[in-house]
T-cell receptor, first 118, second 115 residues
C-alpha cells in the first residue's frame, strides 16, 4: 500500500527566501510518479512539478524544484525566492505506474500550509 | 484546455437528504475520481471509475455511492447525508495511457455542509 507523509502542518517563510517542504513516501513498487500540487484558498488544485521514479535528474519547473532522494524515499519541494502569492496549502502525492489493473489514482499526504511573510 | 467541471461549488443540505455531486470532463478521459478533503487528512479517495458503468471503491467508500452512465460524467451520491460528511469534495479525471507528468486534472471543488 502506498503512503505519503508530510510532517510539517504549517510553515512560515520570509518573502524572497527559499523554503523546503518535506515529503516522504512508502511503496513497494519500482515504478511510480511523485507530484506536488498547490491549493490556494479558492480550492483549485494546481499542478506544480512531477518526478518519475526512474528519472535520474531532479525535476525543476521555474522556481520549483524537487529534491528526489530515492534511497531515502523522500521527495521534498524547494521553492526559491518566495513570493506572497505562494501562500497556500501544498500537497505531495504519489501514483503507481502499473499498466494493468484499474485506474492509476493519486495518494496524497496531509498537506503543508505555507505562509509567506512580507 | 482540459476542463473538469463540478456543478455545485457550495451546498447546504439537511441530515438525511439525498445529495448528488456532479462532475463532467471534456477530454474523453477514461478515468474519473472522487476525493474528499478534510483538514489534517489531505485528500482521500472515495471512489473511482476506469470506464463507463465500472467503479471501484477507494479508501473511504462508506456512506457514498457513484454513478457513471456516460464517459464524461461521474456522479457522487450521498444516499442519506450525515453531518460527518461535511467536507470539500474534489473530482478529477485522467487518461488511461497517462504515465508521467500532469495527466490528472481536478475540478474546483464542492464545499458541502450537512446541518
Amino acid at each position: 500500500a502506498q503512503k505519503i507523509t508530510q510532517t510539517q502542518p504549517g510553515m512560515f517563510v520570509q518573502e524572497k527566501e527559499a523554503v523546503t517542504l518535506d515529503c516522504t513516501y512508502d511503496t513497494s513498487d519500482q515504478s511510480y510518479g511523485l507530484f506536488w500540487y498547490k491549493q490556494p484558498s479558492s480550492g483549485e488544485m494546481i499542478f506544480l512539478i512531477y518526478q518519475g521514479s526512474y528519472d535520474e535528474q531532479n525535476a525543476t519547473e521555474g522556481r520549483y524544484s524537487l529534491n528526489f532522494q530515492k534511497a531515502r524515499k523522500s521527495a521534498n519541494l524547494v521553492i526559491s525566492a518566495s513570493q506572497l502569492g505562494d501562500s497556500a496549502m501544498y500537497f505531495c502525492a504519489m501514483r503507481e505506474d502499473k499498466v494493468t489493473g484499474s485506474a492509476r489514482q493519486l495518494t496524497f499526504g496531509s498537506g503543508t500550509q505555507l505562509t509567506v511573510l512580507p | 484546455d482540459v476542463k473538469v467541471t463540478q456543478s455545485s461549488r457550495y451546498l447546504v443540505k439537511r441530515t438525511g437528504e439525498k445529495v448528488f455531486l456532479e462532475c463532467v470532463q471534456d477530454m474523453d478521459h477514461e478515468n474519473m475520481f472522487w476525493y474528499r478533503q478534510d483538514p489534517g487528512l489531505g485528500l482521500r479517495l472515495i471512489y473511482f471509475s476506469y470506464d463507463v458503468k465500472m467503479k471501484e471503491k477507494g479508501d473511504i467508500p462508506e456512506g457514498y455511492s457513484v454513478s457513471r452512465e456516460k464517459k464524461e460524467r461521474f456522479s457522487l451520491i450521498l444516499e442519506s447525508a450525515s453531518t460527518n460528511q461535511t467536507s470539500m469534495y474534489l473530482c478529477a479525471s485522467s487518461s488511461i495511457d497517462g504515465i508521467s507528468g500532469n495527466t490528472i486534472y481536478f475540478g474546483e471543488g464542492s464545499w458541502l455542509t450537512v446541518v
